[in-house]
Nanobody, 119 residues
Framework: QLQAYGGGLVQAGGSLRLSCAASGRTFSSNAAGWFRQAPGKQRELVASISSGGSTIYAESVKGRFTISRDNAKNTVDLQMNSLKPEDTAVYYC???????????????WGQGTLVTVSS
């Protein structure tokens, strides 16, 4: 089971840190990712990290967001800086059965956490 937390309301230009913790299983050998879905839009990949720490980012968040993982704690974090109103969405964490990072094909999903960025 994946549990995502850390969402909230922040002003534009501010920062938030999302965390995703796994219970019942370890995902140190699996890639993990953060996705988001804004109202009326399709879910999109925000960032993905391989088991070894290689990363993939959406162009819209490059330079502002950082994905990281702590395999000892079985967690994956998303540090979000310089937030914009267009970053407002429900954010989901997910893992996949493969070790390499990817923009798609995730197998396990957590519940979402809402991030709202006010202008």
């Amino acid at each position: 089971q994946l549990q995502a937390y850390g969402g909230g309301l922040v002003q534009a230009g501010g920062s938030l840190r999302l965390s995703c913790a796994a219970s019942g299983r370890t995902f140190s050998s699996n890639a993990a990712g953060w996705f988001r879905q804004a109202p009326g839009k399709q879910r999109e990949l925000v960032a993905s990290i391989s088991s070894g720490g290689s990363t993939i980012y959406a162009e819209s968040v490059k330079g502002r967001f950082t994905i990281s993982r702590d395999n000892a704690k079985n967690t994956v974090d998303l540090q979000m800086n310089s937030l914009k109103p267009e970053d407002t969405a429900v954010y989901y964490c997910a893992t996949r059965k493969y070790a390499y990072a990817s923009r798609s094909q995730y197998d396990y999903w957590g519940q979402g956490t809402l991030v709202t960025v006010s202008s």
